[in-house]
């Protein structure tokens, strides 16, 4: 057998320039040939992940590597590119060194010297898939709070009615003089019911909240890889303008959280091959740090920009209308405040934070 890179890339033009490529990328990457999968050469990056030598991969099967985890998952993934020639962000599990991760498969049909082969390239998104759990966990939570503090205070007034008026039946005459004893109990009862609310609203208000004095840049600079990678799924991109600011008294996760919905949104509203633009500026006269979001959107109307922030409001088809409420109560409790502008041309959130 010939040795796998000369059957791949044999002598054709531009080949240094294709292998340095393959080698180099931090996608795991490998060549098979269609009819057996045999794998004829894959990258460092395969290789890295899954710890073994090429002399251990070369003419196996990813079946005889251990890739696949879900055998439904590899004949669906054979059946779409059998059927169209071509794979685009199939999404599986795998495994490698005995971890099961999460990829996306994006794969071709291709002629490499007279031989039909397939050239896979596998996106590890693991931790994008086990950050966006925790974040999703840590808005539910957020919500849940809202809304339960919300119900509560709406149970409490209705119950404070209803006492007033026991009071005073309990005082009014002889007949009702009869049933004091039902009615001390029943005001007995709301009380009870009311000190358990109280309790709940506290332990609401005083649940976990860590705060730290932290940049801002640094918070955005370790989601940029995250965003990023986000954002090029969708055919788009993402700028940084950091000014030199500050430090923050912050809550980290939450602030990432904010982030990360409104980078969201910006990136599902700009066009293909559009930017989205994070910035961050020091009003050192006005004593604020600004973070603004910049999407190439077409704007929003004015019927939509006085609804923001109002949970369960949404124009996505398959939106929950929480995130922007999520991001306007986490910002109350860093006590600043969120500004939107926009235009047909595009659309600013600015997150405005205060400092002494």
């Not at 393959?22 to 045999?38: G, H, I, K, T």
């Not at 439904?72 to 060194?97: C, M, S, W």
Request: glycine share 4%.
């Amino acid at each position: 057998m010939k040795m796998a890179m000369e059957v791949v890339w044999g002598q054709r033009e531009g080949e240094d320039r294709f292998r340095k490529i393959f080698q180099l990328s931090p996608n795991l990457m490998l060549v098979c040939r269609w009819n057996d999968f045999a794998i004829l050469d894959v990258n460092n990056a395969f290789l890295e992940s899954f710890e073994l030598e090429k002399n251990e991969v070369i003419g196996k099967t990813t079946l005889d590597i251990g890739f696949w985890v879900k055998t439904e998952d590899k004949l669906n993934f054979i059946r779409k590119l059998a059927k169209e020639g071509t794979v685009i962000n199939y999404e599986t599990v795998f495994k490698a060194k005995d971890e099961i991760k999460v990829g996306l498969l994006s794969a071709e049909i291709v002629n490499i010297d007279n031989k039909s082969c397939v050239i896979v390239i596998i996106t590890d998104i693991t931790s994008k898939k086990i950050f966006e759990n925790e974040l999703m966990q840590l808005e539910l939570n957020n919500i849940l709070l809202e809304m339960a503090a919300s119900i509560s205070h709406e149970v409490r007034n209705p119950m404070t009615t209803v006492r007033g008026y026991l009071q005073l039946l309990r005082k009014k005459d002889e007949k009702c003089s009869a049933f004091r004893n039902v009615f001390d109990i029943m005001i007995e009862e709301l009380d009870r019911a009311n000190e358990l609310i109280t309790e709940f609203l506290a332990i609401a208000q005083k649940r976990s909240y860590e705060i730290q004095t932290i940049n801002l840049n640094d918070i955005i600079k370790k989601l940029f890889p995250l965003l990023q990678a986000e954002a090029l799924m969708e055919s788009k991109f993402i700028k940084m303008e950091l000014d030199d600011i500050p430090k923050l008294p912050l809550n980290e996760a939450e602030i990432r959280q904010v982030i990360i919905n409104l980078v969201k949104n910006a990136i599902d509203i700009s066009p293909v091959n559009g930017f989205v633009k994070i910035k961050t500026e020091n009003r050192e006269e006005e004593k604020k740090v600004v973070l603004s979001v910049h999407d190439q959107g077409t704007g929003i109307s004015p019927e939509n920009m006085a609804k923001l922030g109002t949970p369960f409001f949404t124009t996505k088809e398959n939106g929950t209308g929480l995130g922007l409420a999520v991001c306007y109560r986490i910002i109350e409790r860093h006590q600043g405040s969120i500004e939107i502008e926009t235009s047909p041309f595009g659309t600013v959130f600015k997150v405005i934070f205060n400092y002494e």
